[in-house]
């Protein structure tokens, strides 16, 4: 049986002045906030507690981040609005719970996650898709990887798409998580778990991204912050269409394998995909090439305006010239004896990944994906 949901409600609104008004903050929230957006946008509204989170680290969401917020929330609270990029979100969405604390042991099933108050949630980036999932991503210190909770105590209540809090986005952070949402679509298409319904969001969304990065490389480098800018909303909603998708058909092998470099060399989330991305593609096109990456192979030549077999040296090329410069393990300063320890990592803690393959994923298939992306 395959299965299809969308619990969020989404709502599309145009500036942060209609957010404050349509869902009325009150004393009784817990905001969790980047700073930025927050004291930007929101500074004058009364809401109950604000944790803005660059207190808290200045990177990917950790359980000691959590365990450290947990410890400032003193007042109760009837609700929680997360107002952020993905290290908000899969922090907000823990607060939901009755309990979450050990966090380690929330993550390993001791206890169950059950809901407790509503969750409001406001992405500020364009690619986690978070908003639209039931998972939270941890970074556990003491495990040296990421894990994830997948319960559906964790889906938010509302999603709300405000594209004005996008403005300010710096290119560096519309980069690593539109590629994000990028690898999101193509991951969750060639999921064995994908649906028809589920893979139409996939291909739309991977087609949203493309067209954008192309109108950026078309606007020549003096003119990519507009471009980007005039693009960003159309961003926003793909990524959150791809949400919908892998939050349904799931991520694979491109997440589970960056997860140890995430982790270990704290490289952002986005740009870790894209170091394992062409890699794990071009592994799925040897061993079956003949199956469904075909179909997806046609569609994304339509939109690059290219030859079928050459889609995946075209998003390279696109992404490296305009977006993000792919960088090689070795330049993330990774020592080759390390592959053989991320390669156990990946095998050891992302089985819930790897079940979404495209092809089944071997100890030999992905150090030898890991040592190809060496130097
Ligand atoms: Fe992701």
């Given at each position: 049986?395959?299965?299809f949901?969308?619990?969020?409600?989404?709502?599309?609104?145009?500036?942060?002045?209609?957010?404050?008004?349509?869902?009325?903050?009150?004393?009784?929230?817990?905001?969790?906030?980047?700073p930025?957006i927050?004291?930007?946008?929101?500074q004058?509204v009364?809401a109950?507690?604000?944790?803005?989170?660059?207190?808290?680290?200045?990177?990917?969401?950790?359980d000691?981040?959590?365990?450290?917020?947990?410890k400032?929330?003193?007042?109760?609270?009837k609700?929680?609005?997360?107002?952020g990029?993905?290290?908000?979100?899969?922090?907000?969405k823990?607060?939901c719970?009755?309990?979450?604390?050990?966090?380690?042991?929330?993550?390993?099933?001791?206890?169950?996650?059950?809901?407790?108050?509503?969750?409001v949630?406001?992405?500020?980036?364009?690619g986690?898709?978070?908003?639209?999932t039931?998972?939270?991503?941890l970074?556990?210190?003491?495990?040296?990887?990421?894990?994830g909770?997948a319960?559906?105590?964790l889906?938010?209540?509302?999603?709300?798409?405000?594209?004005?809090?996008?403005?300010?986005?710096?290119?560096?952070v519309?980069a690593?998580s539109?590629?994000?949402?990028?690898?999101h679509?193509?991951?969750?298409?060639?999921s064995?778990?994908?649906?028809?319904i589920?893979?139409t969001?996939?291909?739309?969304?991977?087609?949203?991204i493309?067209t954008a990065?192309?109108?950026?490389q078309?606007?020549?480098?003096?003119?990519k912050?507009?471009?980007?800018?005039?693009?960003?909303?159309k961003v926003?909603?793909?990524?959150?269409m791809?949400?919908?998708?892998?939050?349904?058909a799931?991520?694979?092998?491109?997440?589970a394998?960056?997860?140890?470099l995430?982790a270990v060399?704290?490289v952002?989330?986005?740009?870790a995909n894209?170091?394992m991305?062409?890699?794990v593609?071009?592994?799925?096109m040897?061993?079956?090439?003949d199956?469904?990456?075909k179909?997806l192979?046609?569609e994304?030549?339509?939109?690059?305006?290219c030859?079928?077999?050459d889609v995946?040296?075209?998003i390279?090329?696109?992404l490296?010239e305009n977006?993000?410069?792919?960088?090689?393990l070795?330049?993330?300063g990774?020592?080759?004896?390390?592959?053989?320890?991320?390669t156990h990592?990946?095998?050891?803690n992302?089985?819930?990944?790897?079940?979404?393959?495209?092809i089944?994923?071997?100890?030999?298939r992905i150090l030898?994906i890991?040592?190809?992306l060496?130097?």
């Amino acid at each position: 049986m395959k299965t299809f949901q969308v619990i969020p409600k989404i709502s599309m609104l145009d500036t942060a002045e209609e957010f404050i008004e349509k869902f009325s903050l009150s004393p009784e929230d817990l905001v969790i906030a980047s700073p930025s957006i927050w004291n930007r946008y929101f500074q004058k509204v009364q809401a109950g507690q604000v944790i803005l989170i660059r207190k808290y680290g200045s990177g990917e969401p950790t359980d000691e981040m959590v365990e450290s917020i947990k410890k400032d929330v003193t007042k109760p609270y009837k609700r929680v609005v997360a107002i952020g990029g993905g290290t908000v979100i899969d922090v907000a969405k823990l607060f939901c719970l009755e309990k979450f604390i050990p966090v380690g042991d929330l993550f390993d099933h001791v206890f169950p996650a059950v809901k407790k108050v509503p969750l409001v949630i406001v992405p500020t980036t364009c690619g986690t898709g978070s908003e639209m999932t039931n998972i939270s991503i941890l970074e556990f210190k003491s495990r040296h990887t990421k894990f994830g909770l997948a319960d559906d105590a964790l889906y938010a209540d509302d999603a709300v798409l405000v594209p004005q809090l996008l403005e300010s986005l710096p290119f560096s952070v519309f980069a690593t998580s539109s590629i994000d949402a990028l690898v999101h679509s193509l991951e969750s298409y060639l999921s064995p778990k994908a649906t028809d319904i589920s893979e139409t969001l996939s291909l739309q969304a991977a087609k949203m991204i493309l067209t954008a990065y192309k109108k950026i490389q078309d606007a020549g480098k003096e003119k990519k912050m507009e471009a980007m800018r005039a693009e960003v909303g159309k961003v926003l909603t793909a990524s959150a269409m791809a949400g919908i998708a892998f939050g349904n058909a799931g991520c694979g092998t491109v997440h589970a394998m960056s997860y140890p470099l995430g982790a270990v060399y704290h490289v952002p989330h986005g740009e870790a995909n894209y170091a394992m991305f062409t890699g794990v593609f071009k592994t799925y096109m040897k061993y079956l090439p003949d199956g469904k990456i075909k179909i997806l192979n046609e569609e994304l030549a339509k939109i690059l305006d290219c030859e079928k077999s050459d889609v995946y040296i075209k998003i390279e090329e696109l992404l490296n010239e305009n977006i993000l410069c792919k960088k090689s393990l070795k330049e993330y300063g990774l020592r080759r004896e390390e592959l053989l320890v991320f390669t156990h990592s990946v095998l050891a803690n992302q089985q819930r990944l790897l079940g979404n393959s495209y092809i089944p994923m071997t100890e030999e298939r992905i150090l030898s994906i890991y040592e190809s992306l060496y130097d």
